[in-house]
């Protein structure tokens, strides 16, 4: 195993520590927790939003802290989730009086780990309403999940939910809004390489120097197929025809497209695959809105892709389109 580390033990605690050394404007750690919080937070009468999950996947989670986005992350070991008891302080650190909104992505322990400390919030008297994303369409149940993995389509709920969360939305206002972008953003991914956890010291899986695996999911789950690695207009048709004949469409809607890197895939190589997928929704009568081409939601070092689309209307557009001060999306 090569990874720039100092102790396999230490990698959270000691990357969070960075990133607030990195970002002392903008972000603050709560003591003797994983949280990273806003600098100003809890903001008064402003719904709170938290995220988080399993470390490994940076930028996300702390990277989307920040004016216009999440008010606090809460990071868990390397893809593992926070405890209840480090969710619930970060709910408290943002609750300014007008409740506090979870974004969760569908794994089986963040499910269970951050519901529960919505009920020690609620016990407490604080608001708290949530939304699970599972816009994986590769697979319907996996080793971490029951239905669809939550994967890089999560950074579209917290950017448009954020925004309406600035804009003075009340939590019901919030809610409905993130309801609205999970049912319409799908997304599948695939592997080049497998990654290292730190502390394991060897890959979590196998793959061939030929190989590829398509519908991976970002903790190493097994995908829907392995096969012999093609050409990247041929791994962007796949994807995108897959999260297509999810999506049901007719032609004419709009779409903003992520294409997410898993940790080692070069820039070069992303926009290869987006050039392919901005062809083929346009040959199908479909228009891009906007396009996200780099690393949102990554797999430590594994090489690979993901694709999402999201269908966008009028209150989604004017939402991506708002200001965001987060270190990882700035607008």
Not at 171 to 176: F, I, N, P, Q, Y
Request: aromatic content about 4%.
């Amino acid at each position: 195993m090569k990874k720039i580390v100092n102790d396999p033990n230490k990698v959270v605690e000691e990357m969070l520590q960075g990133f607030v050394a990195a970002h002392p404007d903008d972000v603050k750690q709560l003591p003797g927790t994983t949280v990273i919080a806003r600098k100003d937070a809890p903001v008064s009468n402003k719904v709170g939003l938290v995220s988080g999950g399993g470390s490994g996947h940076e930028p996300a989670h702390a990277g989307y802290v920040g004016e216009g986005m999440l008010d606090a992350a809460v990071a868990g070991e390397v893809f593992t989730s926070p405890t209840p008891d480090q969710v619930f302080e970060a709910i408290k650190a943002v609750d300014g009086g007008s409740g506090v909104f979870l974004v969760i992505k569908n794994y089986t322990g963040d499910v269970m780990n951050f519901e529960m400390a919505a009920e020690m919030a609620e016990a407490e008297g604080i608001k708290v309403q949530q939304v699970v994303v599972n816009d994986d369409v590769a697979v319907e149940d996996s080793s971490f999940t029951t239905g669809r993995r939550g994967i890089a389509g999560t950074i579209f709920v917290h950017k448009i939910a954020g925004a309406k969360a600035a804009q003075g939305a009340s939590l019901d206002e919030v809610k409905a809004v993130a309801d609205k972008v999970v049912a319409n953003v799908r997304s599948i991914g695939m592997a080049l390489t497998p990654c290292t956890v730190p502390a394991a010291g060897e890959p979590s899986f196998v793959l061939e120097e030929d190989e590829m695996e398509v519908g991976i999911g970002i903790h190493g789950e097994p995908g829907i197929e392995r096969k012999k690695i093609t050409s990247a207009d041929d791994i962007a048709t796949e994807l995108t025809e897959k999260v297509l004949d999810d999506m049901n469409l007719t032609g004419g809607e709009e779409i903003a497209v992520m294409v997410n890197g898993l940790g080692a895939t070069p820039e070069m190589e992303l926009y290869i695959v987006n050039r392919k997928v901005n062809e083929l929704l346009s040959d199908k009568g479909i228009k891009i809105y906007d396009s996200f081409v780099g690393e949102y939601m990554t797999s430590l070092e594994m090489a690979g892709c993901s694709v999402t689309l999201l269908k966008v209307d009028q209150e989604l557009k004017k939402l991506l389109e708002a200001d965001s001060k987060a270190p990882a999306f700035r607008r």
